[in-house]
């Protein structure tokens, strides 16, 4: 089964029908809006992370010339407290915003549906942490009203945006699936995968792809086109937790015309003269623990599934973060 497939038929691991979508989706002009940027923001998995969102909206605040920032989905998730999930969604739809399969599965008004989470986990995360995810979305749904799950549910799944020349299709997960994991680290190690990630790139006539969904950071070179510069996969993995061992700051991907001038940026590299960069999202860590803990106490589905990584970061080297194609 390929990647990006729901690797059994239960909740929390099924990718629903609705969530698919087609490469060639992004083989349009962009928007308006979104044509002629000099800096483009994607934040994705911010997880309620009040503080952080606070972090980015400085970070962008502070960039000047044509700029636009885009929420790509999964926003919420910590967030169970009702005033503070309002406040994020609030911030969020200020800006660009498209719905990862948290804000899908908030929006549905068929709860039992049965995708649970709607993570479409592969088969290397535990069940464990599969049924930990399915009830933390319940608990969170618990938090929303009608009004704010229908704003989730007119969100889009996907957009396409111009910075300089470059052509850039935003998504959550992958181009062929809102919960798509084709763009995991995990499986852009194999040359195979990466073949069939640049036939993506082919039907979606686009030069990168800015995702996040499976939770760990990438940017992978992606063959290129005869006559063109590598492609590129822009995962920022998660903006409102730690991504690397030793480092317990979130990240976001900045693109854009100009380099970023500033001690954030952690990573990056330059396509076509446009510099892709991997900016630190710094928070308070106590601070953020704490608001973590009151919410979910040690013992609790989201404590048992995070803690460790919010109080130190994942297992996962920077080193391992920006990688040719080869």
């Keep these: 089964m390929p990647p990006g497939e729901a690797l059994a038929d239960a909740p929390g691991r099924r990718c629903p ?3 698919r ?3 060639a989706a992004f083989a349009v002009e962009a928007p308006a809006h979104l044509q002629g940027l000099e800096v483009l923001y994607v934040v994705g998995g911010l997880y309620g992370n009040e ?5 980015v909206l400085d ?3 502070a960039e000047r010339g044509r700029k636009r920032l885009v ?3 999964d926003f919420h998730w910590f967030d169970v407290d009702p005033g503070r999930f309002a ?3 609030q911030a969020v739809l200020r800006h660009e915003a498209l719905r990862g399969n948290v804000e899908t599965e908030l929006a549905d008004p068929d709860a039992a549906a049965g995708a649970g989470c709607g993570c479409a986990y592969p088969d290397w995360v535990g069940d464990g942490v599969v049924e930990r995810s399915n009830r933390i979305l319940e608990r969170l749904r618990g938090a929303t009203t009608p009004d704010q799950r229908a704003a989730l549910g007119a969100l889009p799944m996907g957009l396409r945006a111009d910075v300089g020349a470059l052509r850039v299709g935003i998504v959550h997960g992958d181009p062929t699936s809102l919960a798509g994991w084709g763009f995991a680290q995990e499986h852009l190690r194999e040359a195979a995968h990466r073949r069939r990630v640049a036939g993506w790139f082919d039907e979606a006539q686009v030069d990168a792809f800015a995702c996040s969904h499976t939770c760990l950071p990438v940017f992978q070179a992606i063959a290129a086109r005869p006559g063109g510069g590598p492609r590129w996969v822009l995962n920022n993995g998660a903006a409102g937790m730690p991504n690397v061992s030793g480092d317990l700051a979130g990240l976001l991907t900045r693109v854009s015309v100009r380099p970023f001038d500033g001690p954030a940026r952690r990573f990056g590299t330059v396509a076509g003269g446009v510099h892709l960069d991997g900016l630190a999202i710094d928070f308070d860590p106590r601070a953020w623990m704490a608001r973590f803990r009151r919410d979910w106490p040690p013992g609790s589905d989201a404590h048992v599934s995070y803690a460790e990584r919010i109080a130190r970061g994942p297992a996962y080297d920077a080193a391992e973060i920006v990688r040719a194609d080869g």
């Design 51 to 55: 503080l952080a969102l606070d972090r």
């Design 87 to 89: 406040r994020v969604q």
């Design 71 to 73: 929420f790509n989905g």
């Design 17 to 19: 029908l609705h969530y």
């Design 59 to 61: 970070l962008f605040d």
């Design 21 to 23: 979508t087609r490469p």
